[in-house]
């Protein structure tokens, strides 16, 4: 008996018709969504992936641009043109190729990339996603493997996963994947003893270790799912994966073909995360604020609070609407119950470009926060942010973080190096918000609240 193939090809196809529909209607709406590629040095391997995505990206209807640099390029320059492309409003995703060079440090590069525009899934905030089980960029080759399961009604839940390679972009995070998916999985890599003592129990086996012919068909057992993750180039040119393919196919249920199997998947998976990231700014660009349009600072926020259903960040300008601010401080912090409370910002609104930042959920002010710049001698400019009140503060820190994610932005913005946080932040606790902010954080204490 000769295994089923899971034919990634013609998946591919089917998945990429689709995503050119979904492209279109982006385009429909202002602008093809963008991908950004960086590819630096000369990698023979790389740069056939690459163009591989630009390919791709052609005929989903994605604008591509690749960026490359000789391997001699400074981290300092890389980060540069991060930053530059995380600000830009023609790309939603952007992809560093790897390996980079040695004297590149890989993490620093990755982190610099804005969460919202990491199509490869790579930034420690999308990571996290998979520990905890929600992240909004899956990796795209375990996305694509899950998919590929998951098109044949492959069920995973219960099931014996064995993993053989434990890799950042594959092996780690498939097995996240399949465990939030109710596998058992083991995860076997260079260091495990008995290989074949794990792979024999498996019921799914995935192998990514870069080594053809590592896994023959003595290792597997009856009816075994056999995902091939391996792209190996032989000396005659031809491709191969990491299992004897020939032979453990007469044992197989299920099996990849190499090529046409994992390959493809992990580029259409690259594009679907960069439509998605394009619809995702375009809900947040869409978002109505009617009643306060003229304050509105509409900005591009990490995508992903588009899942805590957080509205645009607004500034209060009026004396109404500072009006209803003050009635959220009141509520949420009775002791906040000082007449002239109202007057005074308003007074100082006028004089100290105090200003006030608040989110908007279903109509109703549900948190708020003063802040004002300040220039110091001794500290140059700093963006001040007085008392942040959410009244869901404890329970759902989504509130918070959408609205201090904004305050770094504006601080950022308005070319701040600082941000100074008043006791009220110090007594919440509220510095690990701003850990890897890129701020220098000052903390100061007063001895009278408002
Ligand atoms: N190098 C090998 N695989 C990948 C991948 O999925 N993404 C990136 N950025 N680089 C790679």
Known sequence: ????????????????????????????????????????????ASKVYVRNKSKACDECGVMSKVFLFPKTVSEHELVELIEELNASNEIDGILVQLPLPEHVNMRNIIGCISASKDVDGFHLYNVGGLVVGGTIFPPCT?????????????????????????SNIVGKPMALMLLQKGATVSICHIKTNDLSLYTRLADILIVAAGKPGLITADMVKNDVVVIDVGINRMPDGSITGDVDFDNVKHKASWITPVPGGVGPMTVTMLIENTI???????????????????????????????????????????????KECYEVYRQLRPALTRKSFTEQILR?????????????????VVACAGFRILETLSWGKALYIDDLITDEMSRNRGHASH????????????????????????????????????????????????
């Open 403 to 450: 609205l201090i994610t904004w305050l770094q932005e504006e601080a950022k913005r308005l070319s701040c190096k600082q941000l100074h946080l008043d006791s009220g932040f110090a007594r919440i606790n509220a510095h690990r918000f701003y850990q890897n902010s890129g701020f220098h954080i000052r903390s100061l204490h007063f001895s009278k609240e408002l």
């Open 142 to 166: 375990p996305y694509g493997v899950q998919l590929l399961l998951e098109t044949a009604k492959i069920e995973v839940s219960g099931k014996n996963v064995v993993i053989v390679g434990a």
């Open 276 to 322: 998605k990231a394009a619809e995702l700014r375009m809900s947040i660009n869409n978002l109505e604020v009617t009643k306060w349009s003229n304050k509105i600072r509409c900005k591009d926020y990490p995508n992903y609070l588009v899942k805590f259903d957080m509205p645009t960040v607004i500034i209060a300008g009026t004396e109404n609407e500072v």
């Open 1 to 44: 008996m000769s295994a089923r193939m899971l034919d990634g090809r013609t998946l591919s196809k089917e998945i990429r018709a689709s995503l050119f529909e979904r492209s279109l209607r982006i385009k429909n709406n202002g602008r093809a969504p963008g991908l950004a590629v960086i590819l630096v040095g000369n990698d023979p």
């Open 348 to 364: 100082q609104m006028k004089s100290d470009n105090y200003k006030i930042a608040c989110i908007k959920k279903d109509g109703k």
